[in-house]
């Protein structure tokens, strides 16, 4: 049997076709697949090209496809997006046996945990957290908004620290190493061209945001309180989407509920994860390191129902292996 997992998001477009023992056949990344940007049109085509390259480099037809599953942005949250990304991805697949369809942080969850009960939270350009209960039951908590919501993603951080800039700039507080690592990044000679940057470049590239975060970061490495408390309140902002989704779902009340996570945000190392397992520990959560990467979290819940557990783990650990 032949599977396919795929992970798209605004950024990239990852795929992954492996067989039931998790020998990788063929694995491409193309460019994003968010349909807010390409029109449903652009999103057709994108998919269509991608698994025809995909397909091609493997040397099979969509036919001898098992399963693909398709964890992807916007999906369920732009309207028409239940029906248009199934036709789409149908007629890019033609004959393939079954085709899957979720938002892309299932996949995260997936691949984190190996599809096994828990939660996976999501910081990076945005946030969003998703779990599953030992009866399967799934549920997910924000991914809202880059610009009002997200709370703890790195755009959120951003937020924040062009908040505390601003403030700082103002005199309504006192100067800090956020003021000067801003205007040292932004490359700016006066505080209010911030303002015209954010009018401008960050409207026309939301993406833009959440580069800020590193801003932040490199504050927050020289022991400024300010970027400090900011991942301080992004770590309990995260916190709280868990302990969110818990209440939603039905896990064992004796055992601590596992999580993890995954997202740009927690490539800032201990300034983020120290206070991230300080949340989860007191909220009663018992934190995992992700096992594997989304695409094999796709790749996983389009093989789950044809092989069985054990098998399963085999492909996800041959896959990643590969990888």
């Known amino acids: 049997m032949i599977f396919i997992g795929c992970d798209g998001g605004s950024t990239k477009t990852e795929w992954l076709l492996c067989n039931e023992r ?3 056949l063929a694995h491409r990344t193309f460019s994003g697949c968010n349909c807010a940007f390409l029109g449903e049109d652009g999103f057709a085509r994108l998919m269509a ?3 025809e390259s995909l397909l091609a480099d493997a040397g099979i037809n969509a ?3 098992a399963s693909a599953m398709f964890a992807l942005t916007g999906y369920g949250e732009i309207p028409g997006t239940e029906s248009s990304f199934p036709a789409a991805l149908r007629a890019a697949l033609p004959g393939c046996g079954q085709i899957l369809i979720d938002n892309d942080s299932v996949a995260g969850w997936a691949g984190s945990l190996a599809a096994k009960p828990g939660i996976n939270v999501v910081a990076g350009t945005g946030s969003v957290a998703y779990g599953r209960d030992p009866q399967r039951h799934g549920y997910r908590v924000g991914g809202w908004s880059l610009f009002f919501a997200d709370e703890g993603s790195c755009s959120w951080v951003a937020r924040q620290l062009i908040t505390e800039f601003v403030k700082q700039s103002d005199g309504r507080r006192p100067r800090s190493a956020i003021y000067e690592e801003v205007r040292s990044a932004l490359g700016i000679t006066k505080d209010l061209y911030v303002s015209g940057y954010l009018q401008t470049e960050v409207r026309n590239n939301s993406a833009l945001l959440a580069q800020l975060q590193p801003v932040a970061l490199r504050a927050a490495r020289r022991g400024d309180t300010s970027a400090l408390d ?4 992004a770590a309990a902002e995260l916190a709280e989407t868990a302990v969110a989704i818990r209440c939603k779902l039905d896990f064992p009340v004796e055992v601590p509920v596992r999580v993890s996570y995954s997202g740009g945000l927690f490539h800032a190392g201990e300034i983020i994860l120290q206070p991230f397992r300080k949340e989860m520990e007191q909220n009663g959560f018992t934190i995992e390191p992700p096992l594997y990467s989304p695409v094999i979290g796709a790749t996983a819940l389009a093989a789950e129902r ?3 557990p054990a ?3 085999d492909l996800l ?4 292996q590969a990888l």
């Open 22 to 24: 998790g020998r990788v």
């Open 49 to 51: 090209d991608s698994a």
């Open 63 to 65: 036919a001898d496809v």
């Open 230 to 233: 900011i991942y301080r309140r």
């Open 306 to 308: 044809f092989i069985s």
């Open 311 to 313: 098998a399963l783990d």
């Open 317 to 320: 650990a041959n896959a990643a």
